[in-house]
């Protein structure tokens, strides 16, 4: 038996790969299936079903287009109603793989549907759980990403709470428990960055396992704190029930090399979003016109779907050479199909043929230090969590997550200094500012990261106590 994590970090996602006696399952598998056909061909093994847990909200899954190229049988939990062929499996239903068997253990709460998978050894012995959005390393999914159900998020955390004891907790302490995602994953508040754990370690360090939490505190706690779930999550949840267009067809619309006059006609007169993917040092230098910043050496996807709220929006990109195809997979990831080509040459070629650029200040945290003054306009667009941890004391928090929500707050006629944590989501920020129209930004190279080692006033966080 062969038990394989393929992680993606951009997605924080776990997708897995279980073999034996020449068969394979697949659990939750991305968009792009060669992988999966060259790993089984490559072992000399035929996927025989494709496990899904539950349907995804940050990722548009590869189960339809896997099915039509193998011939296997698609397989989801109990109450999963789809617009395409699957299995929908009962509570208990076992299916043999080879030598080893795969039991389906119902665990709504993340989701109606919701489904852990028991994997079973040649001796019958209970060896792992491709646990979903059910239970993370250190924490749980999130409860309240039901798309159009009658249930609240307080309805499902109940649900959680009742499969995770009736189903979960009784498994024995060696068993591996293999979740769907880890840390940077919208679909839990607090995972951790390992991508697997002994479900023993797991029952005494995960807050949600403990013995003596009640279902009420349970409730409350992972109801508490949860941001409002990106744009694109539902939409995602949509695709993955009715499915997705085939990758391949994708990937050969969104591969097209564009010369400069295609691609400033496409942006000019088209509709494309023109969509930079290089560094943010790149973009600062020279740029397209009204081009927005996602870097491809960032959480690229994740950020697309949270910032472009049209999956069928047209775009075009500007990326380093030998990446396209790249792009247009980590697009496809979240439902961005609609990609029509990329820049021949880049921004080196548009400026080549005499065309405008433009460009965006950017200065060393250092040089913010000197120039500090309180009246300055200081934007931190980091989550309200990382805010509340430590921020310059004059900063104001305006979180790039919501920028479409909140930019009409800002004044065209001020400037401002926008810093991230590193300096990949302030890029983006002032690259969408830019695009509307707002001439004085500054971006703080480095961000908070870098800001945090000046003399710049600061002020933590300090959790409040109860004093007797």
């Not at 490559?42 to 996927?47: D, F, G, L, M, V």
């Not at 508490?224 to 999550?233: A, S, V």
């Not at 650029?357 to 309180?374: L, N, V």
Request: net charge negative.
């Amino acid at each position: 038996m062969k038990i394989e994590q393929i992680y993606t970090g951009c997605l924080a996602q776990g997708t897995y790969y279980i073999e034996s006696a020449g068969e394979v399952a697949i659990v939750d598998p991305l968009r792009e299936t060669p992988p999966y056909l060259k790993k089984a061909e490559k072992n000399n093994a035929k996927i025989k079903y494709i496990f899904e847990t539950h349907f995804h909200a940050d990722f548009v899954s590869g189960h339809v287009d896997l099915a039509k190229q193998t011939g296997a049988q698609i397989i989801f939990g109990p109450g999963a109603k789809t617009e395409y062929d699957i299995h929908e499996a009962k509570d208990g239903e076992e299916f043999t793989l080879g030598e080893v068997k795969i039991k389906v253990l119902h665990t709504p709460g993340h989701t109606p549907e919701s489904t852990t998978y028991l994997l079973i050894d040649e001796k019958g012995k209970e060896q792992a759980i491709f646990s979903g959005d059910t239970l993370f390393i250190g924490d749980v999914g999130r409860p309240d990403l039901a798309v159009k159900s009658d249930l609240t998020e307080e309805d499902l955390a109940g649900m959680l709470y009742d499969s995770l004891r009736k189903k979960i907790l009784p498994l024995p302490n060696d068993v591996v428990v293999y979740p769907a995602h880890g840390a940077g994953s919208a679909c839990g508040k607090n995972m951790s960055k390992e991508t697997s754990d002994s479900l023993g370690h797991q029952k005494e360090v995960n807050y949600a396992l403990q013995p003596g939490m009640t279902r009420e505190e349970f409730i409350k706690e992972v109801t508490t704190g949860i941001l409002p779930p990106p744009q694109y999550f539902a939409k995602n949840v949509e695709l993955n029930k009715t499915g997705a267009n085939e990758f391949g067809k994708v990937l050969k619309k969104g591969s097209v090399a564009l010369d400069v006059d295609t691609f400033e006609a496409m942006a000019n007169h088209e509709g494309a979003m023109v969509l930079d993917t290089r560094s943010p040092e790149a973009f600062a230098t020279s740029h397209i016109p009204n081009s927005i910043f996602i870097g491809l050496d960032g959480s690229f996807a994740p950020w697309v779907g949270a910032l472009i709220t049209d999956l069928q929006q047209p775009i075009i990109f500007i990326t380093a050479e030998g990446r396209e195809e790249e792009v247009v997979t980590r697009l496809s990831r979240v439902g961005y199909d609609n990609t029509l080509g990329y820049l021949k040459g880049g921004v080196e070629a548009w400026q080549q043929a005499g065309k405008e650029t433009d460009s965006i200040t950017s200065i060393p945290a250092e040089k913010f230090a000197q120039a500090y003054d309180p009246s300055l306009n200081i934007l931190d667009v980091r989550k309200p969590s990382e805010y509340d941890s430590e921020h310059i004391k004059t900063a104001e928090n305006f979180p790039l997550d919501f920028i479409n929500d909140t930019m009409g707050k800002l004044d065209r006629d001020k400037e401002y200094f926008i810093h991230c944590a590193g300096g990949y989501r302030s890029m983006i920020f002032a690259s969408i500012l830019k695009g509307r129209g707002f001439q004085k930004l500054v971006d703080v190279a480095g961000g908070f990261k870098a800001l945090s080692e000046t003399s710049v006033p600061k002020t933590e966080y300090v959790c409040p106590t109860t004093l007797e």
